[in-house]
């Protein structure tokens, strides 16, 4: 459980610091540029601290995937991003292949 919310902690970071990376605007502006490489920097490091008890796979497909889909829904409530056909079966696909891992994956018993 605790290697799960250090996972959990490395996504908030990760959507956290690609949030800023827009507000960045091409690391034109200070603040949001620091909290992209701190966002970052945080985000590697606990993702690494999670590999010591789940497999490289697992913890990526989770950590990329459900840092995709909560960085579309941050997308849609800051910049008014819609949702089209494509985006909703894209993210709906992600979703399914990290519940097929977990679910389903030998690899994941471990």
Same mark, same amino acid.
């Given at each position: 459980m605790k290697f799960a919310l250090i996972l959990f902690f490395a996504i908030l970071?990760? *959507?956290? /610091?690609?949030? /800023?990376?827009?507000l960045s605007d091409g690391f034109t502006r200070l603040v949001p540029s620091i909290i992209v490489v701190l966002g970052y920097g945080a985000s590697f490091y606990l993702l690494s601290i999670s590999l010591k008890v789940f497999p490289i796979g697992l913890a990526y497909a989770i950590?990329? $995937?459900? $840092? *995709?889909?909560?960085? *579309?829904? /941050?997308?849609?409530?800051?910049? &008014?991003?819609?949702?089209?056909? /494509? &985006?909703?079966? $894209?993210?709906?696909?992600?979703?399914? $292949?990290i519940l097929i891992i977990n679910l389903f994956s030998k690899v994941a018993a471990h």
């Amino acid at each position: 459980m605790k290697f799960a919310l250090i996972l959990f902690f490395a996504i908030l970071s990760e *959507v956290i /610091a690609t949030t /800023a990376l827009k507000l960045s605007d091409g690391f034109t502006r200070l603040v949001p540029s620091i909290i992209v490489v701190l966002g970052y920097g945080a985000s590697f490091y606990l993702l690494s601290i999670s590999l010591k008890v789940f497999p490289i796979g697992l913890a990526y497909a989770i950590w990329s $995937g459900v $840092g *995709v889909v909560l960085t *579309v829904i /941050a997308g849609m409530i800051i910049w &008014r991003e819609s949702l089209d056909w /494509a &985006r909703v079966i $894209g993210i709906l696909l992600i979703i399914l $292949g990290i519940l097929i891992i977990n679910l389903f994956s030998k690899v994941a018993a471990h």
